[in-house]
C-alpha cells in the first residue's frame, strides 16, 4: 500500500512529547482516514480509533466516553501513553469545548494522551476550532493527491491524471468510465456539498451554491466577474452571497476563486476571481466526455491542462505552502503568480486552448519585479515535469 508523506509527517509529531492536538484535513476522499491509520499502526503507544460517523453518536457525552477509554489505557502503560483518534468530530454538537476541557484536565493531571483529530479544516475552524482551542492544535492539511503520488500508487500516465485527476478511491473504476463519472458525482460532489457544505452552514440558497459548483467547473482557468456570474445564474442574489458560497466552495476543497496580484490586499479583495478546481475530476465527470473526446476537443483540453496546473498551485497554497494569484492588466494576463515569502514567481501555460502567449509576461516583470518567469508546457518546462515536483521546487530552486 502506498504511503502518502503525511502519514510520515504525522508519525513523527505522535513520536514528540505531548504539546499539541492533532488536527488531520483536507477534502472528502484523500485518504486522511487512510494515513492516519498507516501513523497509528507504527506507533507504540496504545491506540483508541472512533468516529462519529454515526447519527446516534453525535452528542459531546459520547467524546468524554472514547477520552475515558484513551485515559485508561494511558495508566495501563508505562512510557508511551495512550492515542485517542477521533474521525469527524465535527460532526458532534459542542465537540470543542469538550475536548477543550478533557485536553486541559488531562494537561493539568499530566496524563498521557495524545489526540487526533480528524475533519475538514475550514469547517472545523467555523465550528470553534480556533476560538475554543487556540494555542492547543496543529493542522496537518491533506490536499488532492498529485500526479507523482497517483503514478508510484497506480501507475497513472500523464493523460490519465489529467481526466481521472487526482482521487485514490475512485482510480480502480477507470477501466469504466460512465462508473468513475456517477461516483465522482454521486460519492464526492453531491456527498461534499450535501453533507459537509449545507448540514455544518448556513447556505439561505442550496440551489444557488449547487449552480455555482457547477459553473465555476464549467469556466475553471477563466476570470469570471461576479456580475457575470449573476448572469449566468437564476436567483442569484448578490455578489457578497456569491462570493460567501464560493469560499464554502473552497473550503470543502473543490474549487476556489484565485484574486488577483496587485500588491496591494485592499486591491486583491475587490478583483474578480479566478475560477478554479481543485481536482480535474470535478470538471471531466460533469463534462460528458469521455477521456479519447476530451483529447479531441482542443479547447477543453487546453483548460483541463491550465486547471491541473491551477490544481496543483492551489492545493499548495491550500497547505500553507504559499500564496496563489492570477495577473491581468487590460489584454496581458499571467496566469499564475506564486509568492512565498517576499518571493515572486510568475507562470504562464502555454496549452492547445492558447495559441499565442499573451503579452503579460514582460509588463508584470516590469511592474512586480518577480524572481523568475516560468513558462510550463509547450517549449518550456514539460507539463509531467512540472507537475512530478512540489511547487516549493519551482518556487525556490
Known amino acids: 500500500m502506498y504511503t502518502r508523506p503525511y502519514a510520515v509527517k504525522l508519525s513523527s509529531r505522535l513520536r514528540e512529547p505531548r504539546r499539541f492536538m492533532q488536527i488531520v484535513a483536507g477534502p472528502r476522499q484523500v485518504g486522511k482516514t487512510t494515513l492516519v491509520r498507516q501513523a497509528l499502526d507504527v506507533s507504540k503507544a496504545s491506540v483508541v480509533y472512533v468516529s462519529a460517523d454515526e447519527p446516534t453518536l453525535r452528542r459531546h457525552e459520547w467524546i468524554e466516553q472514547q477520552w475515558n477509554r484513551a485515559r485508561i489505557a494511558a495508566s495501563e502503560t508505562s512510557r508511551q501513553g495512550a492515542i485517542l483518534a477521533l ?34 479544516a475550514p469547517l472545523l475552524i467555523q465550528q470553534g476550532l480556533t476560538e475554543s482551542l487556540a494555542g492547543r492544535f496543529e493542522i496537518l492539511h491533506v490536499p488532492h493527491w498529485t500526479f507523482s503520488e497517483m ?71 477563466q476570470v469570471l466577474s461576479y456580475q457575470k ?46 475560477l478554479q478546481v481543485l481536482n480535474t475530476a470535478l470538471m471531466t465527470a460533469q463534462s460528458g466526455l469521455t477521456m479519447k473526446e476530451a483529447q479531441a476537443d482542443g479547447e477543453f483540453q487546453g483548460r483541463l491542462v491550465e486547471s491541473a496546473v491551477g490544481a496543483h498551485l492551489a492545493n499548495a497554497a491550500a497547505s500553507g505552502e504559499c500564496e496563489l494569484f492570477y495577473w491581468r492588466d487590460r489584454n496581458r494576463e499571467v496566469d499564475f503568480v506564486v509568492k512565498t515569502g517576499k518571493t515572486i514567481t510568475a507562470i504562464e501555460v502555454k496549452s492547445k486552448r492558447r495559441r499565442d502567449m499573451l503579452p503579460g509576461m514582460e509588463a508584470f516583470a516590469a511592474g512586480f519585479k518577480p524572481k523568475r518567469l516560468l513558462l510550463v ?4 518546462i514539460p507539463l509531467k515535469e512540472f507537475l512530478s515536483k512540489p511547487v516549493e521546487h519551482w518556487a525556490h530552486s
Open 151 to 221: 503514478e508510484e500508487a497506480f501507475g497513472w500516465t500523464l493523460d490519465q491524471y489529467l481526466f481521472f485527476g487526482g482521487y485514490p478511491g475512485a482510480a480502480t473504476l477507470a477501466h469504466d468510465q460512465e462508473r468513475w463519472a456517477r461516483y465522482i458525482k454521486d460519492s464526492l460532489i453531491e456527498t461534499t456539498i450535501s453533507r459537509d457544505v449545507l448540514l455544518l452552514t448556513r447556505v439561505d440558497k442550496p440551489a444557488l451554491l449547487r449552480r455555482l459548483f457547477d459553473l465555476a467547473c464549467e469556466y475553471s482557468g
Open 377 to 380: 508546457g509547450g517549449d518550456g
Open 87 to 120: 474521525d469527524e468530530v465535527q460532526k458532534v454538537p459542542g465537540w470543542a469545548e469538550a475536548v477543550k476541557r478533557l485536553w486541559d484536565e488531562d494537561t493539568a493531571q499530566g496524563t498521557h494522551v495524545k489526540v487526533v483529530l480528524l475533519g475538514s
Open 229 to 274: 456570474m449573476i448572469g449566468q445564474l437564476q436567483d442569484a442574489g448578490n455578489t457578497v452571497t456569491l462570493a460567501h458560497y464560493l469560499n464554502l466552495l473552497s473550503g470543502a476543497g473543490m474549487v476556489t476563486g484565485l484574486q488577483k496580484y496587485a500588491g496591494e490586499r485592499v486591491r486583491q479583495r475587490g478583483s474578480s476571481p479566478k
